[in-house]
């Protein structure tokens, strides 16, 4: 019989697959493409939430299954493990327990919930393997619930993490398999009876772990010394191989798990050198291969005689693919005929890809396509495998329509294509008929076939073990798909029409309060913290998240939210540079900025200082003009009312002034020499020094003075000491003026924040800082009583702490959690947009936020923190600094002019918001803005107790040959609006015009309408030359 002729009677022949929309995929979350294991997918999926690598070291992103589009805020970031994280793992059996792995051998289990209106998650268990190294590869036992095997060097232990008290560490593995070499990957039999593994040695081992710590069967995979993989295919005696040959070539491999001396069949696929992440559903039998670095997905038909592998009609994801996982069966949209989703991971987010076969009638359900399916509930416990028992777990019906469901669970999950033809079904009843009281149980119908019923969704702690039970339900898991409905408003009815019963999951989402109230169908009345049920069910549509709104509530839609950065042409940045210093004091900024001048340290004794000028861009070279401080630099700042005046501290104790030539200094011979010195008999170990924003002559430094640590006002007029301040407890990390310069605040390492007099130097108030020793950093956000503290918290996690100035014994009004990179955090604040940006030494990624400064006595929202774009650039960057709000071009909407230094380089960066009207004045962006460039008050006045109550001097920004947007909008007359704006409108043009996008409605059609005549088939499916007339099944 031929291979084409086997090929022929498969049912899944046919299937293709195709990519996400990008309004359905995952974006604006920030995905890591670097896997620190070969067999780490990047991404995992259980029915209630997506768990991807982040960015951050050590932390897992979380996000609702049903929350699609630019995501933003509806991330959560685990911060999992202080190293970089290798694998992790959902229960199949609990879909709000994650497991994770950690570079230094260190697992850990954790409860995801929400509560109120925010995702938390909860570390229950920590498992230390003892290896020390990464933990390469997790896996969750089949059929029991509470058994997970780790791979870590050349060990595999299998864990018992159930029944254990909350907090605690296990320490000794229930069985430890001992391999001679590196184990490249493991995979559970699907009874969970056997283990298989993949070493460095280049062996395939199937291991019995309850009979023996030795392998019972021992075979050679494949040759080549690249990673292998071996997959289990599903609960037949048969594995698949991925590896490479001794010619460096990829090929796979069948083999029988009862003789391992040779494959049954093998396959050379090419000489790429991408890592294939074999994904195997075995309801399907068919095996997914997505590697590495490609866009192409191949896969393959697995039967149980030869051929044993035959390949489909490979597919495109949408970009190169660094990491795939399947979502779980129950979020399939059955009645689509879509029989398997994966989820793939590249650098722009995480896109869904659907793999349809196409079927002439989308009525009814194709019961041939969809076998009975492995439910939630697991075969047995932990302690009852461990005892060697074996008992498979209980399948279900994907059938939405099975018998045993109430009508309104059919309806809330029937998901067939709206069609103008098709009669309309019987008016649905509301969810507040139907629901059935706490008191009752609803009525299951049983199907002939006996099985466990679900684990109610309420997930319990992970110490608490829930015992399956054996009576008779449905197949269907009418519990989960209850729970899963259960939190849809009472005032929302289920429509009667098939294009709005289509649209019933997107009109009626879960709201995060109804998910915690929702109770489960059971009589266990335990008190547990409440989890999510699924965000999307059998046939769902997933809901659409907005950047600024999401499932856990709107937030303020920023002005900012759509934040460009673009580099200016190269030929505007500073590069080529050598010698530049990466080494100074966490204090010290890195990079000063004026209009004239650019002032960087460099390499090398004395405390050099680079000084470049700004209208001089271009390759510096190895000479840089500088100064030199004959003592290390601790601190520099330009003098914000006189560009030629920079002032210096070094560790001679010594504050130096220098004037810069208006032409600059001479690249052959350095100065040496500073126009003033000033310094103090106590004066020690100057950790900054800060001009005052609006008094001119008046300079502010911190030091340590010997165990006493001490802030200085200096009259730089006159070069003397007006005002020292002390009373801090160790070394003042930090400090910053208020916008009328008559209050210090001041972070310190005794973990205090405090605010000064800087009239009188009194102590006005004091409060706790963050929870660290590291360096932090303070500023004063504008004319507003808020205080942005950056720095530290618990566990090395980087945190915006934000107080009220009228009361920081109460401690921190608002706070957010970051990440736990080493880097410390250097805040940039801009007054007239209120958005906050967060650099740090080493990152590639600049956060921004815009700040609620609104008086903590009228603030009513929930969060002060809204995110908007961040800066994303391929290189590490040292520090950023901004030139004065006068010298952008506000032609071009740009909002602030960033100086961004590498350790190579200035780059020269344009931050601006898009605007359709760039013609005309953006009054609501730039409003008339502070002079920082001129003061207020003399130093003599300022020391006097005068001057301070005057207003700062205040410019317009708008060019005289600019018409400003709010003149413009008063003196043009009104319009009625159309619904459809200009997005919508190219859009729609777009795909009107183009050929190939009607081609691809014309099969997206074809699967989703229901059944038609065949006049109408004939125009909506596209004649492809794939699928022949007497290859489609009925």
Sequence with gaps: MSRRFLANISKYRNAVGKAAKHEEAYTDIKPSTNATSDTSQLVKVSQSWIAYKHASLGTVGILPVGTVGRVGDGVHSLNAHGTGISDWEFSPFD????????????????????????????????????????????????????????????????????????????????????????????????????????????????????????????????????????????????????????????????????????????????????????????????????????????????????????????????????????????????????????????????????????????????????????????????????????????????????????????????????????????PAPTYAQKQPSPSQTTPIEVKPVAVSPQIPQTSAPVSQATKPCTESVSTASTESITAGISHLSTSHTIPASPKAENALPVSAPATPKAVVDNKPHSASTQAVKSSPPPSTHAGATPTRASPLSSRFGAQKASRFRFLTFKPYHISEHFDNMSGLSISTAPECSMIEVNPKFLALPLHGSGGRIGILKTNEPGRVGNKIPSLVCSSDLTGFKFDPFNHNVLVTASDDTKIKGWIIPEDGIDQENDVTKPDWVLSAPTMDKISLVLFHPRVRDVLLSASMDRSDPTIRLWNLKTQEEKLAIKGHKDVIFSCDFNHQGDKIVSVCRDKKIRIWSALTGELIREGLGHDSLRSCRVLWLGESDVIASVGFGRGSQREILLYDANDLAKGPIDSKKMDASPGILVPHYDPDTSVLGISARGDRVMKHFEIDVTSPATFSGKSRFVDVASLEQGSLQQDVAYLPKRYCNVKEIELAKMYRLTYNSVEVIRVSVPRNKKEFFQDDLFPDTVDVETPSVEAADFFAGKGLDVAPRRIHLCPSDMESLAHHQEMTPTTPQSSTNSLDKFLQGKQQAAEDDRKKQAMERMFETAKESKADRDTLVPDTGIVDEDEWDD
Aim: proline share 8%; aromatic share 8%; net charge negative.
């Design 95 to 426: 879909p709000n327990i994650l497991i994770t792995g950690s570079d230094n051998g260190e697992v850990k289990v954790w409860q995801i919930s929400v509560e109120g209106e925010s995702i938390s998650t909860e570390l229950t268990v920590t498992i230390a393997t003892g290896t020390g190294k990464s933990v390469d590869a997790i896996a969750h036992h089949p059929s029991a619930h509470g058994i997970v095997a780790t791979a870590s060097n050349n060990l595999v232990q299998i864990w018992d993490y159930t029944e254990k008290t909350q907090g605690s560490t296990i320490t000794s593995a229930s069985h430890t398999l001992t391999h001679p070499n590196a184990v490249f990957s493991m995979s559970w039999k699907g009874d969970g009876t056997l283990l298989a593994t993949t070493c460095k040695d280049t062996l395939i081992r199937i291991f019995d772990p309850r009979l023996q710590d030795t392998p019972v069967q021992t075979g050679q995979g494949p040759a080549g010394n690249r990673p292998s993989r071996v997959v289990w295919l599903g609960e037949r005696d048969l594995l698949f191989t991925l590896g490479f040959n001794k010619m460096r070539e990829r090929e796979n491999a069948v083999w029988s798990s009862s003789d391992l001396s040779s494959p049954l069949e093998v396959k050379r696929l090419d000489s790429s050198s991408g890592l294939s992440l074999p994904l195997y559903d075995e309801d399907t039998s068919i095996l997914f291969l997505p590697s590495r670095g490609e866009s192409i997905i191949r896969w393959m038909e697995v039967s149980d005689s030869a051929p044993f592998l035959t390949e489909g009609i490979a597919f495109s994801a949408q970009g190169p693919v660094a990491g795939a996982a399947f979502f779980p069966k129950q979020l399939l949209k059955v009645m689509q005929t879509e029989i398997i989703r994966l989820l793939t991971v590249n650098a722009n987010g995480l896109w869904p890809i659907n793999v349809n076969v196409p079927r002439r009638a989308y009525l009814d359900f194709h019961s041939d396509l969809y076998p009975e399916t492995k439910s939630a509930v697991p075969g047995l416990e932990a302690s009852e495998w461990l005892q060697g028992e074996n008992k498979p777990v209980p399948r279900m019906s994907l059938d939405p329509g099975a018998a045993g469901k109430p009508e309104w669970i059919r309806r809330a999950i029937w998901t067939s294509p709206p069609k103008e033809s098709s009669p309309a079904p019987a």
